[in-house]
């Protein structure tokens, strides 16, 4: 098959690596306004290269993977919905939610598929924690505990615009625990402050922050997020049930030093970075999407899943401003 790439920067360029690796895909149509990037990717891996979203739906890709700002995504979803192709998107849908239904609502109508890219629902072991929970090995469940800890911070120009902690670096773990248990948050309630980089306090953001969210199910989960974790990139999920409790991530590249006499573990290089962390889940992700162009499987993350973590990024939010709990009904809207 065809695939078309539109955004060719530093995750864009990743995903056609990928792609160029995949059996399933015969070749890669790309476009770019950075002329650099465009070069790049066609003598790296062959790729023809047209020079606009709206000429590479005309060159008859089977799918497109849309890698461009966030403030382009509903755009050319929209663009390559209404051609009947496809769409493999990084999250965000859109920078707002109330743009996101918007798009939600054209992709439902249309019936064709879109695949948001939330690359946990493919890293091997939430994949084994999720079938821990769904064969019932794990009891009911009680507490859940998911980390996403970055090595440092975003630069200034990405964190005055990303509209903050919750609805960036938090939705993936909002993601994963719906996902991996199968239920819905009914209520949050959410903290932070700031222990560095004063560009991120001044855009009235937090750079550290942690989420309590109650599950349908009475399930608790706790997330914690923090943009300075100097040791790495830590990714952790825990569960904890009523006969077992098990953990993803607790490998020997986990970016935690003990502290306990003899313990040797971890003792591998710690993770740096997210995609270093997460290589064979992008492979695995975009491998899913071939099977959506193909026919054969639906969205494994479809946008309404996105909104759904989006409602608990903005409940959230409202929740760290206003130092009180939240419940999703309370910002959840269409």
Request: net charge negative.
């Amino acid at each position: 098959m065809r695939i078309g790439i539109m955004g060719l920067g530093r995750i864009g360029a990743f995903h056609a690596e990928t792609l160029s690796g995949l059996e399933a895909v015969d070749s890669l149509v790309v476009t770019d306004p950075v002329a650099a990037a465009v070069s790049a990717a066609t003598e790296r891996f062959g790729a023809r290269a047209v020079d606009s979203p709206d000429a590479l739906l005309d060159s008859g890709v089977d799918g497109v993977v849309i890698a461009a700002a966030t403030d382009a995504h509903p755009q050319l979803i929209l663009a390559a919905v209404k051609a009947g192709v496809p769409v493999f998107c990084e999250k965000p849908v859109a920078r707002g939610v109330e743009e996101s239904l918007e798009v939600l609502r054209a992709v439902q109508a249309s019936g064709v598929e879109v695949h948001i890219g939330y690359n946990r629902r493919f890293d091997a072991g939430c994949v084994a924690a999720r079938q821990a929970v769904v064969s019932g090995e794990l009891g009911d469940l009680h507490t859940v505990r998911s980390t996403t800890l970055d090595p440092a911070p975003p630069p200034p120009a990405y964190a005055a615009v990303s509209g903050g902690i919750f609805r960036d670096c938090s939705v993936h773990d909002f993601d994963i625990v719906r996902w991996v248990t199968g239920r819905e948050v009914v209520e949050v309630y959410a903290t932070g402050g700031n222990r560095g980089a004063d560009y991120i306090r001044e855009a009235g953001d937090v750079d550290t922050a942690s989420s309590l969210l109650t599950l349908d199910d009475g399930t608790i989960a706790v997330i914690s997020n923090s943009r300075h974790n100097a040791r790495g990139y830590d990714v952790r999920l825990e569960l904890h049930g009523m006969k077992d409790s098990i953990a993803v991530g607790l490998e020997d590249k986990l970016p935690l030093r003990s502290v306990e006499p003899g313990v040797t573990f971890p003792s591998g290089t710690p993770h740096t970075f997210f995609m270093d962390r997460f290589t064979a889940a992008y492979r695995a992700e975009l491998t899913a999407f071939t099977e959506v162009v193909a026919g054969t499987r639906p969205s494994p993350c479809t946008v309404a899943d996105a909104i759904e973590a989006s409602w608990i990024a903005e409940a959230c939010t409202l929740s760290l401003h206003e130092h009180r709990p939240v419940r999703l009904d309370e910002v959840r809207k269409g």
